[in-house]
């Protein structure tokens, strides 16, 4: 530390200056903090689950226990294998939070169009002929999710860069308050960050901590790693990505894989001799397809949280034209399939366009 310039202070003190006082809770180091430090902070995480947000999926949240300000969340799936399905749910249960969604690659219209149809289980075809036909009371209902259902979610559907962001975030701090998520769709679409998948995620990570936000980051795994259908792992993130991340929810289309088994056992067919095995094992499947022909599979690939389990997969039903989720039982068809399955009484309620303009 540098010595105190007392001939300084003396030459103040004959020309009747007045010599402040050294600041005492000034921090003296540039990287050291005391290791207690980390005992105060702790005890503010776990007294303020508030500041946390939570995904609503109860089993994954019950054991990440919220993604706290700096932490950052990985989504991690193929593409079109439902990413966008989980973060429209996310949205929906964090609806009363100021959120900055940057989605260079949808236009913001769409997201507020798949964002009415989930919060209000109402068909998306049906909601855009109506509007088509200028209906009146569709085109106020639309307005209002935005208006009323997500009135602090900013949403950036152009190509950004991390200084874009930065000037993105002063505006919103402006406009509403400072943000208690932000979320990217998806990692290799920022610019700015570095050319690889790895200098991206630690760019961001970074901004995360700068600002003390949660992140949830879509992430793009790799062909090999989440072509048809395959299950989610740590090192299924395409070149990295996953070092970064506090939690990583897996998402696939179990209906992709499976697919994928009875084309390879098919094509077995034309080359086995004994071939009753092999269309046993195409029966089983066809039945297993059946189930997830429309289903979205989560599973909890990477937890730090103390005490956290990692979770397998956890199956959810996709209800047609609204892409609202339901938690499907294990091995149980779903109602549509199978009318006298238990499953019935779980099923996604199907509401009406009438009954949604009346409850509204």
Known sequence: ????????????????????????????????????????DYVHWAQSPNERIYL?????????????????????????????LALLQILVANHDKRVIYFCPDEPRTLTL???ACVTHGIDANVLEQRIESNDRESIDLLRNTALQHFP???????????IDMERALAEIVDAIGDPQLIVVDYLDLITGGGEDVPSKANSLKAF?????????????SS??????????????????????????????????????????????????TNTERIMSKIEELQYELRIHM?????????CKRPAGNLLDDMDYLIESGTGRLKRLENGVL????????????????????QDVLADW
């Open 56 to 84: 609503g999926f109860n089993e994954i949240d019950a054991e990440m226990r919220g993604i706290a300000p700096s932490e950052m969340c990985l989504i991690n799936g193929y593409s079109h294998s439902g990413k966008t």
């Open 294 to 302: 429309d289903t979205l599979t989560l599973n909890l690939v990477k």
């Open 223 to 272: 062909r090999t790693a989440g072509a048809d259908g395959r299950k989610m792992t740590i090192s299924s993130g395409a070149y990295g990505g996953e070092q970064q991340a506090t939690h990583i929810v897996g998402v696939r289309r179990k209906r992709f894989e499976i697919e994928g088994h009875i084309r390879d056992l098919q094509e077995k067919l034309d080359k086995a």
């Open 1 to 40: 530390m540098t010595a105190p310039d007392y001939e300084g202070r003396w030459a103040k003190l004959g020309r009747g200056e007045i010599i402040s006082p050294p600041n005492l809770s000034a921090q003296p180091f540039a990287y050291y903090t005391p290791l207690a430090k980390a005992a105060d």
């Open 113 to 115: 169009i798949k964002l």
């Open 208 to 220: 995360g901590k700068r600002h003390n936000i949660p992140l949830i980051v879509l992430h793009q």
């Open 334 to 353: 779903p109602y549509r399939i199978d009318e006298s399955s238990p499953y019935k009484e779980a099923t996604v309620e199907q509401t009406s366009f």
């Open 152 to 162: 602090n979610l900013a949403v950036f559907d152009q190509t950004v860069s991390l």
